[in-house]
């Protein structure tokens, strides 16, 4: 365990569905991304939260919704998504503007495969 | 151009040998560089940072970083299959301090 935790760490779901992707940490952080990672791609990302407030939002369809109810959590909520949606999907923390010295401790990911 | 590019490889190397792995950045301002491992099915691992041109040394890791060349590099001695994972190369750019910009990753075998 990395101290970021997701739930839950594969999911199927069909195009009509409603599920939600939990992320967790208990590091102290007060920074919490999600990125999508793709086969053969660069780790893409999706939000960015800083204080429990959204600093990014990096062109995502709106059928991806964050929330982040406080510092410790973060959450993805997912509707009618496509087939090219499926995806490893990372949550990440950092300690609030220090990135640039600590990097990111992430989420051992939630596997997604939209059918 | 990509902000951040790396050889997608497969990089082959027998147990045992340097591993060489390579980034470019783009943007010329970045400050801080950073090396992840990812094993197969499993998420990012940080490994190495470094900071300031030159060399850091840790354990069998060594990362090198020419701000002026916009290179960084990543070198694993005494090759071990257990090394056998793709290494994200990241930055921190000027414009986006408050993220990581990560290659694709390059894909290491190492072979016993």
């Known amino acids: 365990e990395t101290g970021v935790t997701q739930t839950p760490r594969h999911l199927v779901m069909g195009m009509t569905n409603k599920k939600s992707l939990k992320c967790e940490q208990h590091l102290g952080h007060n920074a919490m991304y999600w990125y999508k990672q793709s086969a053969k791609k660069p780790l893409e990302l999706m939000f960015v939260y800083s204080l429990e407030e959204r600093v990014e939002n990096n062109s995502v369809p709106s059928r991806f919704s964050p929330e982040c109810p406080n510092s410790s959590h973060l959450f993805l909520h997912l509707h009618t998504l496509q087939p090219e949606d499926s995806a490893l999907y990372l949550c990440?923390?950092?300690?609030?503007?220090?990135?640039?010295?600590?990097?990111?401790?992430f989420g051992s990911g939630t596997r997604l495969t939209v059918v | 151009q990509k902000e951040v590019e790396q050889n997608s490889g497969p990089l082959s190397v027998p147990e045992g040998a340097i591993a060489s792995l390579n980034c470019t950045y783009s943007d010329r301002g970045s400050q801080s560089f950073f090396w992840y491992r990812q094993y197969s099915g499993k998420s990012p691992e940080l490994i190495m940072s470094?900071?300031?041109?030159g060399d850091k040394e840790d354990g069998r890791f060594t990362a090198q970083l020419n701000k002026a060349s916009q290179y960084v590099s990543l070198l694993i001695r005494d090759s071990q299959p257990s090394d056998s994972a793709t290494y994200l190369c990241a930055v921190v750019g000027v414009g986006s301090a408050r993220q990581l910009t990560f290659g694709s990753g390059t894909q290491l075998t190492v072979l016993p």
């Open positions: 470094i900071y300031s041109n």
């Open positions: 990440a923390s950092s300690p609030t503007g220090q990135v640039a010295h600590y990097g990111y401790t």
